[in-house]
């Protein structure tokens, strides 16, 4: 079965930077773009970035654009989010999925920003 497991979440200062995994199986993974989505408390699940497959195009939330970069390895099924100059606002619930794929999501990995 489909299996998203996001990982890499943590505590960081304001300014700092993280890494999220996810490592993704039971799918063709190269063939499914994937998407990151973050999910603050009181708030609605919003999409951060997300990178097509093959061409392995990317796109961006405006709130994070030039801080983020979204990353693949078809090799690893792994899709990746590289976060800089991480705000306070970035605080959230970390998921990656297949967008419009109707894959179960994964548990999420949680990031706090945070002096």
């Known amino acids: 079965q489909v299996q998203l497991v996001e990982s890499g979440g943590g505590l960081v200062q304001p300014g700092g930077s993280l890494r999220l995994s996810c490592a993704a199986s039971?799918?063709?993974?190269?063939?499914?773009?994937m998407s990151w989505y973050r999910q603050a408390p009181g708030k609605e699940r919003e999409l951060v970035a997300a990178i097509t497959s093959v061409s392995g195009s990317t796109n961006y939330a405006d709130s994070v654009k030039g801080r983020f970069t979204i990353s693949r390895d078809d090799a690893k099924n792994t899709v990746y989010l590289q976060m800089n100059s991480l705000k306070p606002e970035d605080t959230a619930v970390y998921y990656c999925?297949?967008?419009?794929?109707?894959?179960?999501w994964g548990q999420g990995t949680q990031v706090t920003v945070s002096s």
């Open positions: 039971g799918f063709t993974f190269r063939n499914y773009a």
């Open positions: 999925n297949a967008p419009s794929s109707g894959f179960a």
